[in-house]
Structures are given as C-alpha cells and as structure tokens.
C-alpha cells in the first residue's frame, strides 16, 4: 500500500532521536522535545453528540492544527505513531476500548486516491492488536463529501446526508467512534445515524481534539 512506503521513507530517513514537529531538540514525550508537547492544550473533554460520550483530548488551536496539517495534507506520516501513543494511552485510560468495535472514521475512496493513505485508519493500526475490539469493517463511506472545515454551518449538516453504509446488524454490540477532529459533531452524528439503523446498543466517540472547551 501506498501508506507502507511512506512509512518506510519515514523510518530510514527520519531521526529518532529528535522532535518529530521542530527536529532540532531531543523527545521528551510521544515523538516530541519538552517545548513542542507544552505547546498541546490538554483539556481531557467529555460532552454528548446526540445522546451518545464524547471525548477530546487536546484544544483544537494554531498548534494542534499545524500537526494535523503536516499529517494529512504534507503526508507527514511518522505523525500517526505519536497520534497513535495519544489515543492508546488515553483510551486506556478511560477504559474507552471496553467496546465490541472500533470504527476508525472512515474516508471515501476519492479522498483516499487523492491523500494517499487513510489518516485515521493508520494510526488505529499501530494499537488495534494490543486492545480487545476489532474494526468494524463492514461499515463504508460511499459518497465523496467536501471537506466540513470548508462549509458553513447550515451545509455541514447536509454534506454527509447519505454518506455512509453499513450491512450488519449490531444488536448488543457497542462501537468506540476515532476521529481526529470534532467540531460541530455533524459528522459523528450522521455515522451515528448508521449504526443506529443497524440497532447499535451503544456509541463513543474519542478525538484527538476539538475547537471545545468544557469546564
């Protein structure tokens, strides 16, 4: 896959004694000097999407931004293994991975084809053998949808109308949501929407941050 070379290129080619955002100082915490993880706005949310818990890790600011930008549209791609540090150890410990499965948040082929590689689905690979739950595979993005960043509020909650399929019945089964974004909720709240259908009995959502601020 076209994610495994980058991967590759990553590994011979990066250093692994320095920070992954600013390259000059050495780690102190998930691939990051001491400066660079000070700059991660920790605010441990949890707020509801419809009816169902959500979780945020970090405030979505200027900082965390430039990370996820160098992530998905640089295909700075070593960034997934800090991402995926970020999730495990948090999930771990708010005992979110007590679920039946895991539903990285999925992409539509076009978006794959054009990136590369899916985002969210390479960073829950680093850690889905170390946690009970297995990936939901049977559930799809089947439409192409613009990026919700660039809509307004009134057309964010149309443009993933219809977006996602799934063909499996859920009944008892509970499914942990993983995105690296939540704004508005529009799009966790349409796979909801999906899963629901299937008769779901219960949801989570864990992000790595959110424009949010719970206190």
């Known amino acids: 896959m076209k994610w495994s070379l980058f991967l590759l290129i990553d590994y011979l080619f990066l250093d692994k004694n320095t920070c992954a955002f600013c390259q000059s100082e050495y780690i102190y915490k998930y691939d990051l000097c001491r400066d660079c993880y000070d700059r991660l706005d920790y605010v441990d949310n949890k707020f509801l999407i419809g009816d169902y818990e959500c979780y945020s890790i970090y405030f979505y600011d200027e900082f ?13 791609t070593e960034f997934s293994r800090i991402f995926a540090k970020i999730i495990y150890d948090y999930g771990i410990k708010k005992n979110l991975f007590d679920v039946d ?5 999925p992409s539509s ?19 889905i053998d ?6 939901l595979d ?35 089964k509970s499914v942990l949501i993983i995105d690296d974004l939540v ?3 529009n799009t966790s709240l349409e796979m909801i ?6 008769n ?9 941050a959110s424009e949010r601020r719970v206190l």
């Open 101 to 105: 499965y895991i539903l990285p948040s």
């Open 138 to 172: 049977d559930f799809k993005k089947i439409r192409d949808t613009r990026a919700q960043h660039d809509l307004g509020k009134e057309d964010r909650s149309k443009n993933l109308i219809g977006a996602f399929r799934l063909d499996k019945d859920l009944t008892g």
């Open 64 to 76: 965390f931004k430039k990370l996820i930008g160098l992530y998905k549209f640089e295909r700075r």
């Open 109 to 127: 082929k076009g978006t794959l084809i054009n990136r590369g590689f899916d985002h969210i689905r390479m960073i829950t690979d680093d850690f």
């Open 183 to 185: 704004t508005t909720g």
């Open 193 to 198: 929407k999906v899963l629901e259908e299937a």
């Open 200 to 208: 779901v009995k219960e949801v989570k959502i864990l992000a790595l």
């Open 130 to 135: 170390k946690i009970k739950p297995s990936y």
